[in-house]
């Protein structure tokens, strides 16, 4: 995967070998009209909280937009099909840099932008879609509990699944499913 070290971009280079990640902090209080949902049509992860925001009815609450459906050596780009009508950027590496110059991590989609102060609030697809499904519900047209309290751990703990899985660049198969190295 491809990151940014300090605000330079490196293509061929992976999170863990940065010296510092970057954190973002997803709102504490939604607000309607604030926040500009970046993803991807062509990323499974991507997809997440943009399912919690259609489903939800959470449209009127949160923009959304994607990101040309093929990544290239320079990331995620934006085309004149898929343009970012939001920051007028060319790539979300672009729009990272926008947010903080310096940044160092992961560059990827999902991310959900704060409009009223042109910064990342958040990038994993797991945090936002559970921040979706719960803060947000207020908001929703649709007022569907996607996670009961009584689940919420246990759907928690498959995110983590996932997380590992990512992880991991080994997947055996074992006599009764998969096991992960």
Known sequence: M?????GVWHPSKDEYELSSVD??????????DRYHLYMSLAC???????????????EHAISTSSVAAKRYSDGWL????????????????ELYLKANPAYSGKVTVPV????????????????????LATNWLPLAKNKIE?????????????????????ASSTLHRSSNGFLLI
Do not use: C
């Not at 491809?2 to 300090?6: E, F, I, Q």
């Not at 409009?115 to 559970?130: C, T």
């Not at 996607?146 to 990512?166: C, Y």
């Open 2 to 6: 491809a990151v940014l070290d300090k």
């Open 112 to 131: 959900l932008w704060d409009k009223h102060q042109n910064i990342i609030v958040g990038n994993d697809s797991a945090s936002l879609a559970m921040d």
């Open 146 to 166: 996607l996670v009961p309290e009584a689940l919420k751990e246990d759907i928690s703990s498959l995110n983590d699944f996932r997380l590992m899985f990512a």
């Open 23 to 32: 954190s973002f902090y997803l709102p504490e209080i939604p607000e309607a």
């Open 44 to 58: 499974p992860f991507a997809h997440r909280p943009y399912l919690v925001i259609k489903y939800l009815g959470l």
């Open 78 to 93: 934006f085309d004149d099909e898929y343009p970012d009508e939001i920051n007028g950027t060319n790539t979300l590496v």
